[in-house]
C-alpha cells in the first residue's frame, strides 16, 4: 500500500506528514494538520478503494495514446467523409477491441 495515493484519494494532501521511508511499505511517523491521521483501516479502505478504480479504468489508459491524437482523428474523419470509408471508424473499433472495458 502506498500511503501517499492513500492521502491524496482521501483528500488529506492539505496535511504535513514525514514517512519512515519513501518507498511502500511505510508508514506515517509524523502528522501536522486540520485533519486527524487516518487509521490503518482508512488507509486499508483507500487503498482498496484506489486499486478498484484503477483497474476498473485501465483500459482508458491502454486506449488513449492508440487512438492517437485528436487533430490526426478529425483529419481522418475529413477523409472518409471525402473518400466514402470508414476508416476512422475501423481504428477506433479495433483499439476498442484491442482493450476491451472492465
Not at 491524496?8 to 519512515?20: G, K, P, V
Not at 511517523?29 to 487509521?39: A, K, R, T
Not at 471525402?82 to 477506433?92: A, E, F, M
Request: net charge negative; charged share 25%.
Amino acid at each position: 500500500m502506498d500511503i501517499n495515493i492513500c492521502i491524496d484519494w482521501l483528500n488529506l494532501n492539505r496535511n504535513e506528514y514525514a514517512l519512515d521511508q519513501s518507498n511502500p511499505p511505510h508508514s506515517i511517523l509524523s502528522w501536522e494538520g486540520p485533519d486527524p491521521q487516518p487509521s490503518e483501516q482508512q488507509l486499508q479502505t483507500a487503498w482498496s478503494e484506489y486499486t478498484s478504480h484503477k483497474n476498473a479504468n485501465a483500459y482508458k489508459e491502454l486506449r488513449e495514446p492508440e487512438y492517437g491524437n485528436i487533430k490526426d482523428q478529425l483529419d481522418m474523419i475529413y477523409w472518409d467523409g471525402v473518400n466514402g470509408t470508414t476508416l476512422w471508424q475501423d481504428h477506433i473499433a479495433s483499439v476498442k477491441a484491442k482493450y476491451p472495458k472492465g
